[in-house]
């Protein structure tokens, strides 16, 4: 039933935008671009099912059956790929970055995409410790190979939610910033999110589970946060060239 409900919803959505092609731009501004309202529903769509799954502990078995799966590939060179794939999406590494990319926002003046960081980072942040507290799953058992690990709850992965949301933000930057080469962009974006995402799997302190929500759920606030800012971005482009084009 859901699934149907989401067919019909994106099936308006195009049919909306295709009979607003012909109206001005200023028109077009108020609409959200098609692609970023689709990949923002399937993430939610997938996150809501995990969650729901999850809920009623049907996941369980897959997640244990996953988990040593995995566990066979363990190797002394594989622990030390994964601790580093695994301290990329690490709070330490993630607020550092956004240090970083804040300070530059700020030095130069582009007060909007500082703004923009501040509400992803910070917004994506709270969303994940809100779900944590609500679903308070316990953190896999099996094995552990790293050491201070937060006790904190398990769904979503912080890590692969977070990852989605300050890597994929960046990506979007650069993908703008260096459109010849952006599907390279965006491929590597995708590899370093999955690689983080599965390091978390391999190390033994998140269910498969936790970790596809998590990057659902990242999608989703991701694609919310810069369909804004790629509406605003726009919206003050026509305003300035409308502005520059009137008679003085």
């Given amino acids: 039933m859901f699934k149907e409900k989401l067919n019909q919803l994106i099936a308006s959505i195009i049919q909306i935008w ?25 993430g939610l769509w997938v996150f809501l099912e995990i969650a729901d799954e999850v809920l009623e502990k049907q996941t369980q078995v897959i997640d244990k059956t996953l988990m040593l799966l995995v566990k066979q590939l363990h190797s002394p060179l594989l622990d ?60 896999p058992q ?22 989605v949301v300050i890597y994929g933000f960046i990506g979007y930057l650069l993908a703008h910033h260096f459109r010849r080469w952006r599907w390279w962009i965006v491929s590597l974006i995708i590899g370093l999110t999955i690689l983080i995402g599965f390091s978390r799997l391999y190390l033994g302190v998140h269910w498969f589970t936790d970790i596809v929500a998590g990057q659902a759920a990242g999608l989703t606030w991701l694609m919310a946060c810069l369909l804004n800012l790629e509406i605003y971005r726009r919206y003050h482009q026509h305003r300035n060239k409308s502005s520059q084009s009137l008679p003085s």
């Fill in 18 to 42: 295709r009979s607003q092609t012909n109206k001005p731009l200023l028109w077009k501004l108020s609409i959200l671009p098609i692609s970023g309202i689709i990949l923002t529903i399937v």
């Fill in 142 to 163: 099996l094995w552990q190979l790293t050491t201070g690990e937060p006790n904190t709850s398990s769904f979503p992965s912080g890590h692969a939610m977070l990852s």
């Fill in 80 to 139: 030390w790929v994964m601790r580093g794939a695994s301290l990329l999406g690490g709070s330490v590494v993630v607020v550092l970055i956004c240090l970083i990319l804040g300070t530059i926002f700020w030095v130069r003046q582009q007060r909007v995409y500082f703004t923009a960081l501040a509400i992803t980072a910070i917004g994506g942040t709270g969303l994940n410790l809100l779900i944590k507290q609500l679903f308070d799953r316990q953190r």
